[in-house]
T-cell receptor, first 115, second 115 residues
Framework: DTGVSQNPRHKITKRGQNVTFRCDPISEHNRLYWYRQTLGQGPEFLTY????????KSRLLSDRFSAERPKGSFSTLEIQRTEQGDSAMYLC?????????????FGAGTRLSVL | AQSVTQLGSHVSVSEGALVLLRCNYS??????LFWYVQYPNQGLQLLLKYTTGATLVKGINGFEAEFKKSETSFHLTKPSAHMSDAAEYFC?????WGGGNKLTFGTGTQLKVEL
């Protein structure tokens, strides 16, 4: 068990560029979550997957954001036409998806800076 | 909708002193409550959780929390602070299991431990 892995750890981009982040969950974890954390705030839910199906999206997830989880393994989060307000830490978490045992384990996050 | 309020964005204690981090929740149904800790440049790590049963729950690193329904509180305590406890602490709530189990976090409390 190597934990939840996120890449890259840091991303600096210019406004208007597209960026993509990757999350590798703990193996055999069925659920995968994306959260966003801005400075001085707690993480906020963006979306989650049950296997390859995206089951819920927050209204925070504008149409510039898209997430995928092909084959129910790793997930990618893409932001198109980045804006300075997108600067944040993007956290990924995974869980077994088994009721009371459904504890979410977090990765170290990808810190995005939009210049 | 559920919510969490953490009183005190910054708490400072002396090494060896009692740690008390406050968390109040709002939920329309019996909540499931969590405390996570975040060290610099690392992901969130689960300290402890309350689901059902005993209202005093013990977690890792000597922390414990008590669920008080009448006060809608879930305060985190540790009898004796250690320098290694310096980190940011987040209280979070889920409104029951199922339906994604997305976490709603408080804004966090930064704990500083002084010699």
């Amino acid at each position: 068990d190597t934990g939840v892995s996120q890449n890259p750890r840091h991303k600096i981009t210019k406004r208007g560029q597209n960026v993509t982040f990757r999350c590798d969950p703990i193996s055999e974890h069925n659920r995968l979550y994306w959260y966003r954390q801005t400075l001085g705030q707690g993480p906020e839910f963006l979306t989650y997957f049950q296997n390859e199906a995206q089951l819920e999206k927050s209204r925070l997830l504008s149409d510039r954001f898209s997430a995928e989880r092909p084959k129910g393994s790793f997930s990618t989060l893409e932001i198109q036409r980045t804006e300075q307000g997108d600067s944040a830490m993007y956290l990924c978490a995974s869980s077994l998806g088994a009721g009371e045992l459904d504890i979410q384990y977090f990765g170290a996050g990808t810190r995005l800076s939009v210049l | 909708a559920q919510s969490v309020t953490q009183l005190g964005s910054h708490v400072s204690v002396s090494e060896g002193a009692l740690v008390l981090l406050r968390c109040n929740y709002s939920s329309s149904v019996p909540p499931y409550l969590f405390w996570y800790v975040q060290y610099p440049n690392q992901g969130l790590q689960l300290l402890l959780k309350y689901t059902t049963g005993a209202t005093l729950v013990k977690g890792i690193n000597g922390f414990e929390a008590e669920f008080k329904k009448s006060e809608t509180s879930f305060h985190l305590t540790k009898p004796s602070a250690h320098m290694s406890d310096a980190a940011e602490y987040f209280c979070a709530v889920i409104n029951g299991w199922g339906g994604g189990n997305k976490l709603t976090f408080g804004t966090g409390t930064q704990l500083k431990v002084e010699l």
